[in-house]
């Protein structure tokens, strides 16, 4: 079986600084993970997604996000923080080796608050 | 070009009574999810159709939800006798890939906002 965890409710950071949204998983082959963000009112819209190839992946606004297979883990990173990216952000993990119907696990979400 | 559309946008109903929540996926999508997001909580998958094969019923939590998708594009999720914990923003994804959809990311409709009072 598949899972994704989100270990931080809520992420503050102040404007400008680096910050990091952590996200873990459990599958029993390699992964697709992907990174969908939730601004305040409006739909969740995708962010970017790791399904083969180089660890390290760029995505939309600025994030990108490193697939570390021996951590198992995704985090989702930005060097610097708008007060702009404030918003939920949710990781989202596949088992291609599962079998099944091919649905996507999503983690709890967490809140990032950028402080100004 | 257009992106995924749901109806109503909010909706408010007695508890008791039958609603039916609407689902426009993008065109050319075979893959349309329905999920849940109550308040302060992550997404909770429904129910996955995908082209013409049995959908994935999974994840609907009780015999009151139901769903169906016509023609390979429009959804419809309805939901009977109402309960105040169905209240939630009921959110509608959709996708490429008839093979691999897993590859593909999930392009999100605004939701319905159900409130059952």
């Known amino acids: 079986a598949q899972s994704v965890a989100q270990p931080e409710d809520q992420v503050n950071v102040a404007e400008g600084n680096p910050l990091t949204v952590k996200c873990t998983y459990s599958?029993?082959?390699?992964?697709?993970l992907f990174w969908y963000v939730q601004y305040p009112n409006r739909g969740l819209q995708f962010l970017l997604k790791?399904?083969?190839?180089?660890?390290l992946v760029k995505g939309s606004y600025g994030f990108e996000a490193e697939f570390n297979k021996s951590q198992t883990s995704f985090h989702l990173k930005k060097p610097s923080a708008l007060v702009s990216d404030s918003a939920l952000y949710f990781c989202?993990?596949?088992?291609?080796?599962?079998?099944?119907?091919?649905?996507?696990?999503f983690g709890t979400g967490t809140k990032l608050q950028v402080i100004p | 070009g257009a992106g995924v559309s749901q109806s109503p946008s909010n909706k408010v109903t007695e508890k008791g009574k039958d609603v039916e929540l609407r689902c426009d996926p993008i065109?050319?999508?075979?893959?349309l999810y329905w999920y849940r997001q109550s308040l302060g909580q992550g997404l909770e998958f429904l129910i996955y159709?995908?082209?013409?094969?049995?959908?994935?019923k999974s994840g609907l939590p009780s015999d009151r939800f139901s769903a169906e998708r016509t023609g390979g594009s429009v959804s419809t999720l309805t939901i009977q006798r109402t309960q105040q914990e169905d209240s939630a923003v009921y959110l509608c994804?959709?996708?490429?890939?008839?093979?691999?959809?897993?590859?593909?990311?999930?392009?999100f409709g605004p939701g319905t906002r159900l409130t059952v009072t």
């Open positions: 994804a959709s996708s490429f890939g008839l093979a691999g959809a897993d590859l593909y990311e999930q392009y």
């Open positions: 599958v029993s082959g390699n992964p697709y």
């Open positions: 790791y399904i083969t190839g180089d660890n």
């Open positions: 989202a993990v596949r088992d291609p080796y599962s079998g099944g119907y091919q649905k996507v696990t």
């Open positions: 065109s050319g999508h075979t893959a």
């Open positions: 159709f995908q082209g013409n094969s049995a959908p994935d």
